[in-house]
């Protein structure tokens, strides 16, 4: 059985920094694609980083690009998301997911595994 547990979420100020984690557990966990979601009220989740399980090839949004970096412990099962430069627009429900596939997809519907969700919030 897939699980993912996120960690790391709280409140913070504007310029400051969270990291996010994201225990996995499944069989032959490092073939997973993994990825970050967000998401507010009345939005859709939007998919702010993910990770390549071989290649190790990253996707950013563009809304965090520069601030965000997303990393995979493979070893030890573990997805990362160090969040810098925060601003109040970051602020939202943080997703883990994954998928068994060798690449990313976009869209939040092809991915199979999520974790429960931490809040981040950025006041200003």
């Known amino acids: 059985q897939v699980q993912l547990v996120e960690s790391g979420g709280g409140s913070v100020q504007a310029g400051g920094s969270l990291r996010l984690s994201c225990a996995f557990s499944a069989p032959s966990a490092s073939i997973y694609c993994m990825a970050w979601f967000r998401q507010t009220p009345g939005k859709e989740r939007e998919r702010v980083a993910s990770?390549?399980?071989?290649?190790?090839?990253?996707y950013y949004a563009s809304s965090v690009k520069g601030r965000f970096t997303i990393s995979r412990d493979n070893a030890n099962n573990t997805l990362y998301l160090e969040m810098n430069s925060l601003n109040p627009e970051d602020t939202a429900v943080y997703y883990c997911?994954?998928?068994?596939?060798?690449?990313?997809?976009?869209?939040?519907?092809?991915?199979?595994?999520w974790g429960q969700g931490t809040q981040v919030t950025v006041s200003s």
């Open positions: 990770i390549s399980p071989t290649t190790r090839t990253t």
């Open positions: 997911a994954a998928n068994g596939r060798v690449f990313c997809p976009e869209s939040s519907g092809d991915y199979d595994y």
